[in-house]
T-cell receptor
Framework: KAGVTQTPRYLIKTRGQQVTLSCSPI?????VSWYQQTPGQGLQFLFEYFSETQRNKGNFPGRFSGRQFSNSRSEMNVSTLELGDSALYLC????????????FGNGTRLTVT | SQQGEEDPQALSIQEGENATMNCSYKTSINNLQWYRQNSGRGLVHLIL?????REKHSGRLRVTLDTSKKSSSLLITASRAADTASYFCATDNFNKFYFGSGTKLNVKP
């Protein structure tokens, strides 16, 4: 079974621009969640989608948004980029039921200059 | 972090020794999970313990959970150089996952 795939692997953007990150989950997984990882703040939960609906949301500003398609693939968008948005963005998929472990992709490294 | 802390922040041991790391969390949970992350890569699920369980084993891993103290510990026995990684606990509260700050483990050959 193919694992979780995130594209692109690396991105360099300028302040004020917007960016879209993509995540393809493991086949059969209906839940996709997104995390931001930085040295200072650690791993922070952004949001979770299940069957195309946002089911949970973390404490991030509205500049961070996402969506999930009917094939469970998900995208995350960050608008009006700030220097502090530089981070490793991780996506994870799961069955979305209680006690379902998360399966992570290798992340997208975003650098904002 | 959004949920809790882990200690120690860093741990350096010799191959063959045991490694213990602790995790504290703040809210009620459905289950608690431990993950490993090798440098710059995604996290890998290690073990899950439900809120009504107190101890669980998987190979060289032993996890305990004390819901009254809102804490958990992960023990890796007979460590190997390949165990060098960062370890995170994650609490699951109805599919909302919060991760600890992580313990960086270095196993010297």
């Amino acid at each position: 079974k193919a694992g979780v795939t995130q594209t692109p692997r690396y991105l360099i953007k300028t302040r004020g621009q917007q960016v879209t990150l993509s995540c393809s989950p493991i086949s059969g997984h209906r839940s996709v969640s997104w995390y931001q990882q930085t040295p200072g703040q650690g791993l922070q939960f952004l949001f979770e989608y299940f069957s195309e609906t946002q089911r949970n949301k973390g404490n991030f500003p509205g500049r961070f948004s996402g969506r999930q398609f009917s094939n469970s693939r998900s995208e995350m968008n960050v608008s009006t980029l700030e220097l502090g948005d530089s981070a490793l963005y991780l996506c994870a998929s799961s069955l979305g039921r209680g006690d379902s472990p998360l399966h992570f992709g290798n992340g997208t490294r975003l650098t904002v200059t | 972090s959004q949920q809790g802390e882990e200690d120690p922040q860093a741990l350096s041991i010799q191959e063959g020794e045991n490694a213990t790391m602790n995790c504290s969390y703040k809210t009620s949970i459905n289950n608690l999970q431990w993950y490993r992350q090798n440098s710059g890569r995604g996290l890998v699920h290690l073990i899950l313990i439900r809120s009504n369980e107190r101890e669980k084993h998987s190979g060289r891993l032993r996890v305990t959970l004390d819901t009254s103290k809102k804490s958990s510990s992960l023990l890796i026995t007979a460590s190997r150089a390949a165990d060098t990684a960062s370890y995170f606990c994650a609490t699951d509260n109805f599919n909302k996952f919060y991760f600890g700050s992580g313990t960086k483990l270095n196993v010297k050959p």
